[in-house]
């Protein structure tokens, strides 16, 4: 059975910096595309990174480019989130995703999130 766990969240001050890590089982981690989400208060779900399969490409939402870095350990089955220089908008449940493809459907995983508040 598929599982993503993710921690590392909590409480930070605005300017300070997190690292998000998200365990994977149940599931051929290595061969998946991995995404960190999140969703504010009110607000909808939105996709902050991702990370492909063997770390070649990443790509970083606009609010978090230079900011956040997704990385990846398949021997450990973990993908992280290293967050600096955080704002009080960056506040939100952080979701680990995973993209499994198979020849004719895809299986998307999630965990049960994460809370980071930057708040002074």
């Known amino acids: 059975q598929a599982q993503l766990v993710e921690s590392g969240g909590g409480l930070v001050q605005p300017g300070g910096s997190l690292r998000l890590s998200c365990a994977a089982s149940?599931?051929?981690?290595?061969?998946?595309?991995m995404k960190w989400y999140r969703q504010a208060p009110g607000k909808e779900r939105e996709l902050v990174a991702s990370?492909?399969?063997?770390?070649?490409?990443?790509n970083y939402a606009d609010a978090v480019k230079g900011r956040f870095t997704i990385s990846r350990e398949d021997a450990k089955n973990t993908v992280y989130l290293q967050m600096n220089s955080l704002k009080p908008e960056d506040t939100a449940v952080y979701y680990c995703?995973?993209?499994?493809?198979?020849?004719?459907?895809?299986?998307?995983?999630w965990g049960k999130g994460t809370l980071v508040t930057v708040s002074s």
């Open positions: 995703n995973a993209r499994e493809t198979f020849r004719y459907y895809t299986m998307d995983y």
């Open positions: 149940g599931f051929t981690f290595s061969s998946c595309t």
């Open positions: 990370i492909t399969s063997g770390g070649g490409s990443t």
